[in-house]
């Protein structure tokens, strides 16, 4: 039976007397690379302030890479961690504090939220729900951070973020995408959403050697030589679950994420993935291991070459009517619309990388 839905005009009332109004628009702010530590692990929090300034979103992990016997320790890890670390976290810190807590259905995630938004709702940005089933999940979160909010006192709404893990969250993916006004985001959950599909594969996303297309035997003049060699392509696991929750993410005005890329050391296929991902509409990935930051800061910015195209296309358009040949190309309106988007992504992250500010101020034809 289908969900009812909220009259239009009650959709951005808070969902509890004394909560925050609701956003109308998601912030367009960096997060290119989510990096992911247990709060509950010392040496990975010792190596949390030096990140801090350096990583677009550090996400402190609940759920599933947490011992049962450790849920505790990395709750209350992370609300020290808030508080002890300055420029973490809050709208004008240029590192943003994440948080993935333990699924809807444990015994941990009320205690999580309590205890999270009471404490440390001030400094905390986006809450990451995993293994979101349908807009029901977002339902529930959406009333008790009300609450919640409204108990702590807080002035600015928690946004919230889906994890697409199970068939039936991608079946309804739309609908958990307009579910309510905190929705900031999806991410991808491929481990999960393979077994749940019952895919063959126990990689941590990325492709798989077996999953290819294989070009057509060689025709000779009197037979078919199906013995001879025949090139194979390795084909994207992912590309029609990344494809539909970019489409649904766009509809609703939030953010497509590629989620965690397993094999650490094949830095290569992660670079290959998380490329694959941008060029679809992703704005960033998860990050499980330092070295796979600098791969997604990389990947999720646009190169000198294309912003300097962009900006060309852009000054040569002048109102965005008619078209243009540019080096032997065509660019009309719907080039300049592709051009803005990487045009307004670059200007968003010069505003919060230093480096990435260099670079695009020192091609020509900066908007003014």
């Not at 709060?39 to 890479?65: F, I, Q, R, Y």
């Not at 307009?178 to 959950?189: E, F, T, Y």
């Amino acid at each position: 039976m289908p969900m009812s839905v909220r009259s239009a005009k009650d959709f951005f009332r808070p969902l509890a007397v004394g909560a925050p109004e609701p956003l109308r628009e998601i912030p367009a702010r960096p997060s290119r690379a989510i990096h992911f530590f247990d709060p509950s692990n010392e040496k990975m929090v010792a190596k949390v302030p030096p990140m801090v300034g350096t990583v677009d979103v550090l996400l402190g992990n609940l759920e599933d890479a947490v011992k049962a016997d450790r849920k505790e320790a990395a709750r209350h890890g992370l609300v020290r961690i808030a508080k002890e670390s300055t420029g973490l976290g809050g709208p004008e810190a240029t590192t943003q504090l994440w948080t993935r807590i333990n699924a809807l259905d444990s015994p941990w995630v009320l205690d999580d939220l309590i205890t999270l938004v009471t404490e440390i709702g001030d400094r905390l940005d986006v809450v990451m729900v995993p293994k979101v089933q349908g807009p029901e999940d977002i339902a529930y979160v959406d009333r008790i951070l009300a609450q919640l909010e409204a108990r702590a006192g807080l002035t600015r709404p928690l946004l919230v973020h889906a994890i697409l893990e199970t068939a039936r969250g991608m079946t309804n993916v739309e609908e958990i995408c307009g579910a309510s006004p905190r929705m900031q985001g999806l991410s991808l959950g491929p481990a999960d959403l393979a077994a749940d599909r019952r895919m063959k594969t126990t990689r941590v996303g990325g492709g798989h050697p077996g999953y290819l297309v294989r070009a057509d035997p060689r025709q000779t003049s009197d037979h078919v030589d199906v013995e001879g060699q025949r090139p194979t392509y390795q084909q994207d696991l992912w590309h029609y679950t990344i494809a539909r929750m970019v489409d649904a993410c766009a509809a609703h005005g939030i953010y497509p994420y590629y989620g965690p890329f397993g094999d650490i050391a094949d830095t290569v296929a992660c670079e290959d993935q998380f490329r694959n991902a941008y060029l679809l509409g992703c704005v960033g990935a998860w990050s499980l291991h330092p070295k796979q930051i600098e791969i997604a800061h990389r990947v999720f910015s646009p190169s000198v070459e294309d912003i300097t195209h962009a900006r060309r296309v852009v000054a040569a358009m002048g109102d965005g009517t008619g078209a243009v040949m540019l080096d032997g190309k065509m660019e009309d309106d719907a080039s300049l619309k592709q051009c803005l988007v990487l045009v307004e992504l670059a200007e968003q992250l010069a505003e919060r990388d230093p480096e990435l500010k260099k670079l695009y101020d020192a091609i020509p034809g900066r908007p003014a």
